[in-house]
């Protein structure tokens, strides 16, 4: 079965500190992993996903296999970082599996 | 280019009654998601379609849920008769197969279930 794990519900970081937003999956076979967010009153966007290996606003991700995990990581938050956050999986690009998503608090 | 648009975007109803939701993609995209969001979970699949027929439907209770996109472009989502438990917000999102994989959402129907 696939499943997404986002283990925490909300973390909260001061300005400047690093940040780490977990994410488990398990999938058999390789599935597309994505990080998707949403900012106050906006829409669910996608923010990054492992085949691009790129960075985005400071975040990235790598996908672990051996692991199974997909966290998303940037070394110092700002403000405007403050979102929910959610990690997705995806088979052949078609439908989104969902974790709970994890609210990040970035304060000053 | 414009983005994915929803309506309405809140709806209050009793148990029992029907509702319906229209999406309408961003144009050119073939594929369309319909996900419905509890509060305190991440956005779950109903339906995908690709142009005007069903790619999955699996998770869809089609005892009282149904959906439709005739022309391939605007789909409807109906849930008759609603019950309390399917409050929460109703998203769409819109595909375009040219190899990024990104889907791009709506902003929801946030349905209430009195």
């Known amino acids: 079965a696939q499943r997404v794990t986002q283990p925490e519900k909300l973390l909260s970081v001061f300005k400047g500190a690093p940040v780490e937003l977990k994410c488990n999956y398990s999938y058999s076979g390789s599935p597309e992993l994505f990080w998707y967010v949403q900012y106050s009153r906006q829409r669910l966007q996608l923010l990054l996903r492992?085949?691009s290996r790129e960075s985005i606003k400071g975040f990235t991700a790598d996908l672990n296999k051996g692991e199974t995990s997909f966290h998303l990581k940037k070394p110092f938050a700002q403000e405007e970082d403050s979102a929910m956050y959610y990690c997705a999986l995806s088979r052949y690009g078609n439908k989104l599996v969902f974790g709970a998503g994890t609210i990040l608090r970035v304060k000053s | 280019e414009a983005g994915v648009a929803q309506s309405p975007r809140y709806k209050i109803i009793e148990k029992r009654q029907s509702v319906a939701f229209w999406c309408n993609p961003i144009s050119g995209h073939a594929t369309l998601y319909w996900y419905q969001q509890i509060l305190g979970q991440g956005p779950k699949l109903l339906i995908q379609f690709q142009n005007n027929g069903v790619v999955d439907d699996s998770q869809l209770p089609k005892d009282r849920f149904s959906a439709e996109r005739l022309k391939g472009v605007d789909s409807t989502l109906k849930i008759q008769p609603a019950k309390l438990e399917d409050s929460a917000v109703y998203l769409c999102?819109?595909?375009?197969?040219?190899?990024?994989?990104?889907?791009?959402f709506g902003p929801g129907t946030r349905l209430t279930v009195t």
């Open positions: 999102a819109s595909q375009n197969w040219t190899g990024t994989y990104e889907q791009y």
């Open positions: 492992h085949i």
